[in-house]
């Protein structure tokens, strides 16, 4: 198989030997778990459970009628003690649900599909949205409207993504090392919705071992693995589906419009545990890493979990810390307050020290055109920054500013240190605002 590769990307150094060869690590969860009612791109759930409820590990305590809503079950089995407005990892409060952990694990009686093979495509897609499966890579589209395109459009291929091209994060790499056949038959599972027979699975050439495991475990079953030059954002979806398949998703379009369904390893796994076993999407694996972090590590954790217990888990050192990152380093979301919990989309946890991060202050743009080249959606980001900079927001919508990922590789090249990125998302917030 001849693969392609994509326009512009960047190297930033990988920082990945830190956690790669720690087998994941699973952590009990706290004392008192914080589980936000919106862990999905859609709208907020609505709780289907009150203050002084007993709840059980795997049971359903939030819901909604909505179409692009996914819902959320109980990490633990224990006491609803609040229901109140909680700091949130990806903006300043949501309402969330507070759950006393008894310690006991009691579970809730679940529900699976008996043989997924000879089910409904229906059933199995209202089993994926019953267990509360969302893109875990970071995006949390729910997944039971992703594998379910229009009538009218054609899939022919599944796209996989096990390329975990972030720096320091290695929750992917991991589950690829220690259980590739829960992928393999996730892969299965989806291959079945969508009526495809083409399955292939990227990874970057960085994971030579998960490759390696990933080609075993698929023997047999016609899925293809894909090992794929490593440059950043390769995990991006329309640079993987040009690297992979060459084919270009146009502008303001899906991958649906090129016949492609791009999903990540870890959802793939994660829809054959909810199916098969009847486990809801109730735990995520998280590197937790950086150079103020004692004994970096791959945790197992229950969703819910606030960030200062896995830093407590893990050594870090506060007085070292100068950010912390939800996610890698170029697309993460730095955190206000350690008290921000897990969420599903939750696949790293990065105690940064000033060394790690960028000390210089911005210079005025040089023209270099630098952050051009790399970009990968073919941009011109630094016409964003210009336009942003004297506020004429209307005119980013000339050279098209919505089609930007914000994977931040103009802003890693920049000899000037530029704040390319924040240009970018204040300039996306504000056309947003101006259409309502």
């Known amino acids: 198989m001849k693969f392609f590769g994509f326009r512009g990307g960047v190297h930033p150094p990988e920082n990945k030997l830190q956690t790669e060869t720690f087998p994941v690590e699973k952590l009990e969860a706290p004392k008192t778990l914080y589980v936000p009612l919106l862990q999905h791109i859609g709208a907020p759930l609505d709780p289907i459970v009150a203050v002084g409820d007993q709840v059980l590990k795997g049971q359903k305590i939030a819901d909604s009628q909505g179409f692009l809503t996914s819902p959320i079950h109980s990490p633990v089995s224990g006491m609803v003690k609040k229901i109140e407005e909680r700091v949130f990892p990806l903006m300043g409060t949501c309402k969330s649900i507070v759950i006393e952990n008894d310690g006991q694990e009691t579970w809730a009686e679940l529900s699976k599909i008996e043989n997924w093979e000879t089910a409904e495509v229906k059933e199995l897609l209202a089993m994926i949205r019953e267990k509360g499966i969302v893109g875990i890579g970071g995006a949390s589209f729910p997944t039971h409207v992703k594998l379910n395109p229009p009538a009218d459009t054609k899939i022919d291929t599944l796209l996989l993504n096990g390329a975990e091209c972030e720096p320091y994060l290695n929750s992917d790499n991991r589950l690829m090392l220690e259980n590739p056949s829960s992928i393999i038959e996730g892969v299965k599972i989806i291959k079945k919705i969508l009526g495809v027979s083409t399955a292939i699975i990227g990874i970057e050439e960085n994971k030579p071992e998960a490759i390696a495991n990933m080609k075993k475990a698929a023997e047999g079953t016609g899925i293809e693995i894909a090992p794929l030059k490593t440059k950043y954002p390769q995990g991006g979806e329309k640079q993987l589906i040009k690297a992979v398949l060459n084919r270009e998703v ?15 390893t870890g959802t793939a796994a994660a829809i054959y545990e909810g199916l098969v076993h009847g486990t809801p999407l109730i735990e995520k694996v998280v590197t937790v890493s950086g150079k103020a972090t004692a004994t970096p590590k791959n945790v197992r954790i229950a969703i819910g979990t606030p960030f200062s217990y896995l830093l407590d888990a893990c050594g870090v050192d506060r007085e070292k810390v100068d950010k912390l990152v939800m996610g890698g380093p170029m697309m993460g979301m730095a955190q206000f307050s350690e008290e921000a919990p897990v969420i599903k989309g939750t696949s ?89």
């Open 250 to 264: 146009p502008s303001g379009k899906l991958p649906s419009a090129v016949g492609v369904v791009v999903q990540n």
């Open 348 to 436: 790293g946890l990065l105690a940064l020290t000033t060394e790690e991060t960028n000390p210089y202050k911005p210079k005025a743009c040089i023209g270099c055109g630098k952050c051009v080249s790399a970009c990968p959606m073919s941009l011109e980001p630094v016409m964003f920054a210009r336009l942003a900079a004297f506020q004429q927001w209307e005119g980013l919508q000339n050279y098209h500013l919505m089609d930007c990922i914000e994977c931040g590789s103009c802003a890693f090249i920049c000899p000037a240190n530029r704040p390319l990125t924040e240009a970018i998302k204040i300039g996306k917030a504000k056309l947003r605002s101006m259409k309502k």
